[in-house]
């Protein structure tokens, strides 16, 4: 069986998108990568240094293998958020763009009304979007309406490896949504990701848990197997949790 | 007491209830009667409450200092990841009007003065973006003949020109106007330090000059959030005053500046005096364990903020504290007008860690982390 899924047209096998933010080193991060079976990896503008060959994040990724997804991390409004894609297509980089807008620098928590401005313009310019949005239900179907790619809910902030906080509402999310749903941030532990997974969402976006790990690679081929845990116990059917206990076999000789 | 922070107004006014009603008093106390069984609980939940943090000021708490240390270096991950931000700071000028009893630029002091032409200030800073940094801290003395509110706006625009990304300044402050023009002409963020916060001992410390004004200090972080500068970085100067109340009410003014400002990006920075002019003797040195018993209690109390760290301080300490607590630091810096293309005018103080920026780079290698030149991007811009 060929379980994939399609974002903007393109057809993809791995249902884990990696981050390349916070690693040791390029070489860790390019290992961690390959380990974690993606096909997808986002790129921060804000580190993408074109005057800079050394110091250039691009350099590493070898644009056969994966899609180079750039976001805009650090823009605070629509207009930023724009200009930087813009940019980026300008530069050849990409026309694809994760869209994030975070006017609060500590929590960095998506601004929706920015979000969706920013959001109808670049695809009416031609942009595949990937928005980046709370947890919030009528947010993602206006996404979905002005011809976003998918959207990308979080589970709980940025960093903050906590898990799926948002389980209720990424749901309602899943269950209304006629494109993918990725559920970024807050996924801590393979468990985590395997959660969200279960729960129905198309695929899940890590960065922090996999860069800070002790052993990166490692942590991205056990999230590997996570997504894809959740993934076919999902396709499987989860057998509803009853909420009280009983006995698999009875043994006293009455009906019940 | 109590102390409401209502997430309004300026911080002078918070400040003033802090030094006045006996409340550090009452806050010392704590730190005082902190026992280990205190230490210990202050690590079950992060962030730190204020009652933790001052905890974590007690010497008690050196018994834990591995598992503090343990903590501060996960949430530095956790937040930057496994970086260090380098920056560099390019001295404009060493005229000052000010005459600060623990400075070199002061007006008593004599020494060859210079303030950069834009001529020479585009050859230092071209020299620096080659060796990679995108990332500038302009500074100078104040002086407002020699670097006007003009002078410094042209000096942002020229570092953009050449292609820094982010430009901060530590000069003169200014008004809530004034921050909105260095914001249109590209300005990312503003150091000011308090120096101290002890209102007594600020008029002892700034004989004269218009520094001496300690409420228009204290509420210029105000001012610079709202004129929408993006970042702004605060501090005392280690050495000046009692530690443990600057300390206090350091975090108590950060605690204000995230309230009334959710927008603005608030960091620390750990000055700490090494020498001084003659005359200058110092009633509260911070020794080297106190200094990171610091830095490592304000990244348990402030998990997302940049804290960093200067050329003032050793390379030893300073490769301690990569990654356990800090996150930015500055490398290969000189501290005069000129340092870097020539032998420079008069320098602000001498720099401990004289290594080259390879060389720290290497050194924060060593110790599993990336160095990071660029991490903002030139289409940020002031939030108003």
Redesign the interface.
Known sequence: MNDTFTIGGREFYSRLLVGT?????SEEMVAAIEASGTELVTVS?????L??P??HILKFIDPEKYLVLPNTS???NAE?AI??AR?TKAAGISTWVKLEVT?????LLPDPVETLKAAKILVGEGFTVLPYINADPVLAKRLEDVGCATVMPLGAPI???LGIKTRENILIIVEQANIPVVVDAGIGAPSHASEAMEMGVDACLVN?AI??ANNSAMMARAFKKGVEAGREAYLAGIPKPLTTARSSSPTTGLPW | MRIENEGKGEFSSMAMQLWADGALDEALNIMENADEANVISTLDQMPLTSDEFITLLSPIADNFRQQIEETAKELTRLRFGKTVNLYIPLYLSNHCINNCSYCWFGTDQNFERKVLSIQEAREEAKLLYRVGYRNILLVAGEDPKATSVEYLAEMILLMKEIGFVFVAIETQIFSTDEYSKLGAAGLDSVTVYQETYDPILYSKAHPSGPKRDYMWRINAPDRIAQAGIRGVSVGVLLGLGDFRREAITLATHIKHLNKAHWQTSVSASFPRIHSAPNGFSSEHAVSDTELVRLILAMRLTFPDSTLAISTRETPKLRDQLFGMGINQASAGSRTSPGGYSGGGAGEQFPVADDRTPMEVASAIQDKGLEWVFKDWDINFKPIK
Not at chain 1, 21 to 25: A, D, I, L, P
Not at chain 1, 103 to 107: L, M, N, V
């Open positions: 933010g916070k690693f040791r080193s503008l804000r580190r993408v240094d005057d800079s050394s110091d650090g823009a605070r930023e200009r930087l940019l006017p609060d620098p500590r929590y960093g903050s490896n922090t860069a800070v």
